[in-house]
């Protein structure tokens, strides 16, 4: 009887773990680039809100229906060819990396830290979506699973909306 060499089981890093890596080096190289070139001082990031019901119902709105686009297409795993697959791919990537773009310009202008104190939840929130969306890729998770993944996304999204509408200076 030969020995059999024992191996550490090879560990793959979680999905929650690469995509916050991701968008927050995303949104790192946008800040940089904006700082670097001058590029964010441009900006006008002067702010539109009012801080009225309206406001905040349309920003949670806008918010829940994209990261609940990314959490809800992991259950159409079965169903995927590979030209759908593809597509949700590019999807989620047109879904995630304006979102960090755009947070990482505004951060580098000089008066964008303080119009941005809802940022570190919505990106927070978008990670736990598109996290979820990329380990449930192949196979699709348990409806509980997903109800409380987007109860979570959710009650993060309120949360930032109703401090992007109140919170952010207005004019």
Same mark, same amino acid.
């Given at each position: 009887?030969?020995?059999?060499?024992?191996?550490?089981?090879?560990?793959?890093?979680?999905? %929650?773990?690469?995509?916050?890596? !991701?968008?927050? #080096?995303?949104?790192?190289?946008?800040?940089?680039? /904006?700082?670097?070139? /001058?590029?964010?001082?441009?900006?006008?990031?002067?702010?539109?809100?009012? /801080?009225?019901?309206?406001?905040?119902?349309?920003?949670?709105?806008?918010?829940?229906?994209?990261?609940?686009?990314?959490?809800?297409? !992991?259950?159409?795993?079965?169903?995927?060819?590979? *030209?759908?697959?593809?597509?949700? %791919?590019?999807? !989620?990537?047109?879904?995630?990396?304006?979102?960090?773009?755009?947070?990482?310009?505004? !951060?580098?202008?000089? %008066? /964008?830290?303080?119009?941005?104190?809802?940022?570190?939840?919505?990106?927070? #929130?978008?990670?736990?979506?598109?996290? *979820? *969306?990329?380990?449930?890729?192949?196979?699709?998770?348990?409806?509980?699973?997903?109800?409380?993944?987007?109860?979570?996304?959710?009650?993060?999204?309120?949360?930032?909306?109703?401090?992007?509408?109140?919170?952010?200076?207005?004019?």
């Amino acid at each position: 009887m030969t020995p059999v060499p024992i191996t550490a089981p090879q560990r793959r890093p979680r999905a %929650d773990t690469i995509a916050l890596l !991701a968008i927050a #080096a995303l949104t790192a190289a946008a800040y940089s680039y /904006g700082h670097l070139t /001058g590029h964010g001082a441009r900006l006008p990031v002067a702010p539109q809100l009012h /801080g009225t019901a309206a406001e905040f119902t349309a920003i949670a709105a806008n918010n829940i229906a994209v990261c609940a686009l990314l959490i809800l297409a !992991a259950h159409a795993a079965p169903l995927r060819t590979r *030209w759908l697959s593809n597509t949700t %791919d590019v999807l !989620a990537a047109i879904v995630i990396c304006p979102a960090a773009i755009q947070a990482g310009l505004i !951060a580098s202008h000089p %008066d /964008g830290p303080r119009l941005l104190p809802h940022a570190p939840l919505e990106l927070a #929130a978008v990670t736990l979506a598109a996290a *979820w *969306w990329w380990r449930h890729n192949q196979t699709p998770p348990a409806r509980q699973q997903t109800a409380l993944r987007l109860a979570t996304v959710t009650a993060a999204l309120l949360l930032a909306a109703a401090i992007e509408t109140w919170a952010v200076p207005h004019r």
